[in-house]
């Protein structure tokens, strides 16, 4: 779906409270996210009403941690979002590029900061001379990124929540979500962990590729992640 890979670099001024891994981590997960589609679109000045369908979307990531000072960790997320209405299949997909500094860790509480380029590669279906029609949009988003993770002592569950978040002029990208995790295996060579919670995503662009929309995706979600 994607045209192009973006290639990302950001110099960011850590903190000098900024706490590093002192290993090397990998993350991968996914999540399936049981969402209820709302909203409208336009291109250009035909504006569209969509009575979106709800459905299931899903989210794949890997993330890397370690130890280098002032060098953030890396996250890049695929977000398959695509929706039913109107005249046929709109797609908000997105992948996200998430560079982001640990400003605290330890075995109960993290804190984590930085930036989130969400880059858009959709599609919206729209009507042309009575024949079904689609109208391509690409756009790279800039946003702040937070997480942060609250382990309940002496178990295995740990309360999570992020959000990448930007709002200029009539433009507005949000993604964030709530949740909790349990620990299903732990051990030196791998830990498993299942996750549930409840995740909020809305995307309003103005006049992107004459592409406007106000929608809204919202609801529960299952993952597993994956710990190396």
């Known amino acids: 779906m994607y045209k192009r890979t973006l290639v990302l670099a950001v110099a960011l001024a850590a903190p000098g409270s900024v706490l590093a891994d002192t290993v090397f981590g990998v993350y991968a997960g996914g999540q399936i996210w049981n969402a209820d589609n709302e909203g409208q679109y336009a291109v250009g000045s035909n504006l569209i009403e969509p009575n979106f369908e709800n459905d299931n979307h899903s989210s794949y990531y890997i993330a890397l941690e370690h130890p280098v ?5 890396i996250k890049i997320r695929e977000n398959s979002i695509e929706v039913n209405g109107g005249y046929g299949e709109n797609d908000f997909s997105h992948r996200d590029y998430i560079l982001y ?3 605290f860790d330890n075995d109960l509480v993290s804190f984590d900061i930085g930036i989130n380029a969400m880059d858009f590669d959709g ?8 024949t079904f029609g689609r109208q391509d949009f690409s756009i790279v988003v800039p946003t702040a990124y937070v997480a942060a993770r609250v382990g309940v002592p002496a178990t295995d569950w740990t309360f999570f929540a992020d959000a990448s978040a930007l709002s200029v002029k009539d433009s507005k990208v949000q993604d964030a979500q709530i949740g909790v995790e349990y620990r299903l295996v732990e051990n030196l060579a791998v830990d498993i962990n299942l996750n549930a919670g409840y995740r909020h995503s809305v995307v309003e662009l103005d006049d992107v590729d ?7 995706f919202k609801g ?9």
């Open 69 to 73: 000072p002032l060098i953030p960790n």
């Open 101 to 103: 500094y640990e400003i």
């Open 123 to 130: 599609t919206l279906r729209t009507e042309i001379s009575n």
């Open 210 to 216: 004459e592409i406007y929309s106000d929608v809204t």
């Open 220 to 228: 529960p979600f299952f993952g597993v992640e994956v710990h190396f």
